[in-house]
């Protein structure tokens, strides 16, 4: 089992939901002001119970919600890996779901420090897969996530993106295998890529040499301020 990170972006506003319930009803959380948020229905319903392991808020009103896009599916990122809409899709018999819904409910971080999950400043409320509309003629996916942040718990980070200076994430997600990009053997079956150089990253005869995942389940997500992966602190993603 391998670790891998990839750099993500918030493409739209973040949301305060305390601002979007002050005038309501303070509990529950209505409805209608979840679905015109576009906060799933349940999130008020099983937060109490990972609030509880992540130390975090159990009141939906305590939080901001950013939309961020994950990964471009199939591309690679600057650390030479790549995560294949196949791979996105493909079924988790352990968890029962698709691949990249194994982040939904997973706890967020600041800058990675993920070895205790106790020290999480929110959670991950729901993933989707959405096509890319202005580039690939249909055929190119980005993975899009919903982001809470505790605004006490993560009160460093919750200002500066709810301003809209910070807006650069970054996922961790567990990888069972490696194929080549290039052509398309499992690691270690070619003289492409190998497991003594997980970095493999360069060009041969005019095509990038790089690393497809396999196997994907993800555990993380991090708030981070100097993303690995260039683009993603580039306007140039929110066409995506």
């Given at each position: 089992?391998?670790?891998?990170?990839?750099?993500?972006?918030?493409?739209?506003?973040?949301?305060?939901?305390?601002?979007?319930?002050?005038?309501?009803?303070?509990?529950p959380?209505?409805?209608?002001?979840?679905?015109?948020?576009?906060?799933?229905?349940?999130?008020?319903?099983?937060?109490p119970?990972?609030?509880?392991e992540?130390?975090?808020?159990?009141d939906?009103?305590?939080?901001i919600?950013?939309?961020?896009?994950?990964?471009?599916?199939?591309?690679?990122?600057?650390n030479?890996?790549?995560?294949?809409?196949?791979?996105?899709?493909?079924?988790?018999?352990?968890?029962?779901?698709?691949?990249?819904?194994?982040?939904?409910?997973?706890?967020?971080?600041i800058?990675?420090?993920?070895?205790?999950?106790?020290?999480?400043?929110?959670?991950?409320?729901?993933?989707?897969?959405?096509?890319?509309?202005?580039?690939?003629q249909?055929?190119?996916?980005?993975?899009?996530?919903?982001?809470?942040?505790?605004?006490?718990?993560?009160?460093?980070?919750a200002?500066p993106?709810?301003?809209?200076?910070?807006?650069?994430?970054?996922?961790?997600?567990?990888?069972?295998?490696?194929?080549?990009?290039?052509?398309?053997?499992p690691?270690?079956?070619?003289s492409?890529?190998?497991?003594?150089?997980?970095?493999?990253?360069?060009v041969n005869?005019?095509?990038?040499v790089f690393?497809?995942?396999?196997?994907?389940?993800g555990?993380?997500f991090s708030v981070?301020?100097?993303?690995?992966?260039?683009?993603?602190?580039?306007?140039?993603t929110f066409s995506?």
């Amino acid at each position: 089992m391998y670790t891998e990170y990839a750099d993500a972006l918030g493409f739209l506003p973040p949301v305060n939901v305390f601002d979007q319930t002050k005038k309501s009803a303070p509990e529950p959380v209505q409805q209608d002001v979840l679905k015109q948020a576009g906060i799933p229905l349940d999130f008020p319903v099983w937060l109490p119970f990972a609030a509880k392991e992540y130390q975090i808020s159990k009141d939906p009103k305590d939080y901001i919600l950013a939309p961020v896009i994950s990964i471009p599916a199939g591309l690679p990122n600057r650390n030479g890996v790549a995560f294949p809409l196949a791979t996105l899709l493909e079924w988790n018999v352990d968890h029962g779901m698709q691949a990249y819904r194994t982040f939904v409910g997973k706890p967020m971080f600041i800058e990675h420090n993920n070895s205790d999950h106790t020290k999480a400043i929110g959670v991950i409320v729901d993933a989707a897969m959405r096509p890319v509309r202005t580039h690939g003629q249909g055929k190119q996916w980005k993975l899009i996530k919903l982001a809470a942040i505790d605004r006490n718990k993560g009160y460093e980070v919750a200002d500066p993106i709810l301003s809209g200076d910070l807006n650069t994430y970054s996922m961790g997600a567990y990888v069972e295998s490696y194929s080549c990009g290039y052509c398309g053997s499992p690691m270690g079956l070619c003289s492409h890529i190998n497991k003594r150089n997980l970095k493999d990253f360069y060009v041969n005869n005019g095509r990038l040499v790089f690393r497809q995942v396999h196997g994907i389940v993800g555990f993380e997500f991090s708030v981070v301020k100097v993303p690995a992966f260039t683009p993603a602190a580039s306007n140039l993603t929110f066409s995506l």
